[in-house]
């Protein structure tokens, strides 16, 4: 028995490793068919676009424009293949490049991308050629557009997706392209459009996206990038800025620290895109919500925004703002993580609001010391004023100190290289005192 035993497990154990052996083989048989096929196909549509006149050699919505589709599907011994054609113009450097050279669509360039269904990651079939034209090459009506993207230091953004439309163009243009290494992307062969209709829009995972505007009226404002006009046999050339995006939080409490949840205020800043229309012209800026709130915790955590600077407004029935943690407008770097400490009083609160500046009454004054001392003399509470310049009472202690409503209180601000200042005040309700401070 213990023998047969012994029998059945190691003819268990060969059986395993024999159908194993078998299973794998048939998955790489079946692939093998299938890459087969794939590359059948590929071969296929390289055939028929070779057999297109020249001109005709394009993909619906791209350019070159023409009648092929950017994407379809053919089913063969039951799986389904996906084709993916893409049709470029190359300006061959051996007759100098643009904007040396004026016909820079010396021939073009097809690519055939075929995949299948499969659990083998990156199994597909590419296969390129390239087509010369069957005469002299010339502009055919067309133009040359060359787009460039940088970030604020200068250095070129690679893979950016360029996303490129012009419904006024027959046929309409309506297509993506990534930049190169250099964060370029040259577009010979581009219809030609006196007005400026062609429509850019840039975007890469971790950066902001940017893109182009109507002129005014259509647009509300004055773009700094406009829509683009492509001019027959000319050269276009447009450089964008495409900086990392950032994230900001705002953390909104009162005077001792206690967490105001759902506080709503209006949030503006970020890149400008141009500027309004009006007599003084102002900025006009890429982010304007006006209805953020705050959650559970006092806390807004933002989504991803550009780089620039930001200032909110406020206003609530209850509450004011006394101070940031931040100077308003604060400014945002790219690919930066900042949370703002925004502290608020009650409006109904005893509180004595004081803000140390200089002569004019425009520059605050930091790290001024703060005294605050009843009508006898006694020592209230001091503080010494923060980065807006401003320092409040009470300050949190134990046992927590409140002030008199029926008291007058000696407000003495000392601050080296200025003249002491000095004022006095009744705190009822919210109390805020102005204190000019001379150089000495």
């Not at 010979?188 to 007005?195: D, K, L, M």
């Not at 608020?344 to 605050?372: M, Q």
Request: net charge negative; proline share 8%; with cysteine.
């Amino acid at each position: 028995m213990i023998e047969a035993l012994v029998g059945v497990f190691l003819l268990a154990i060969l059986s395993t490793g024999i159908y194993s052996s078998y299973a794998f083989g048939l998955k790489m048989s079946t692939q093998n068919r299938m890459r087969t096929e794939a590359t059948a196909i590929a071969e296929k549509k390289i055939e028929a676009i070779k057999a297109m006149d020249y001109a005709d050699i394009g993909v619906y919505g791209s350019i070159p424009p023409g009648p092929l589709p950017a994407t379809e599907n053919e089913v063969s011994n039951g799986t389904t293949y996906t084709i993916r054609t893409g049709i470029r113009y190359i300006d061959d450097p051996l007759d100098d490049r643009a904007p040396q050279d004026p016909a820079p669509t010396d021939y073009k360039q097809v690519e055939v991308k075929v995949d299948w269904p499969t659990n083998i990651e990156g199994e597909k079939i590419i296969l390129n050629t390239l087509i010369a034209p069957p005469r002299v090459e010339t502009n055919l009506g067309n133009g040359v557009l060359i787009i460039n993207t940088v970030d604020s230091e200068g250095s070129p953004v690679t893979d950016c997706q360029v996303h490129i439309k012009n419904d006024e163009v027959n046929p309409p243009i309506d297509f993506t392209e990534d930049t190169d290494s250099d964060g370029s992307l040259t577009l010979p062969g581009i219809p030609a459009a006196s007005s400026n209709s062609y429509e850019i829009t840039l975007s890469k995972d971790g950066y902001e996206t940017v893109q182009t505007y109507p002129s005014y009226p259509d647009s509300l404002f004055n773009p700094i990038d406009t829509h683009i006009a492509i001019a027959e046999g000319a050269i276009t050339s447009k450089v964008f800025v495409v900086d990392k995006v950032s994230h900001q939080n705002l953390h909104f409490a009162d005077i001792h620290g206690v967490n105001l949840p759902n506080l709503t205020f209006s949030l503006g800043g970020g890149r400008v895109i141009g500027t309004t229309v009006e007599a003084a012209p102002k900025p006009v800026y890429s982010y304007n919500e006006n209805s953020l709130a705050t959650n559970a915790n006092g806390l807004w955590e933002s989504p991803a925004v550009a780089k620039g600077p930001y200032a909110y407004s406020f206003s609530d029935p209850t509450y004011e703002l006394i101070t940031s943690s931040l100077f308003s407008p604060w400014s945002i770097a790219p690919d930066t993580a900042t949370t703002i400490e925004m502290v608020l009083g009650d409006k109904t609160g005893n509180i004595l609001v004081v803000s140390v500046k200089e002569t004019g009454g425009e520059t605050p004054i930091v790290g001024a010391n703060v005294r605050i001392t009843n009508s006898a003399g006694s020592l209230f509470q001091e503080s010494v004023s923060d980065i807006n310049g401003v320092a409040y009472f009470p300050l949190t202690e134990n046992p927590p100190k409140t002030f008199l409503p029926e008291e007058n209180y000696n407000i003495d601000v000392t601050k080296d290289g200025y003249l002491p200042g000095h004022e006095i005040s009744a705190i009822s309700s919210l109390t805020r005192k102005e204190v000019i401070l001379s150089k000495q």
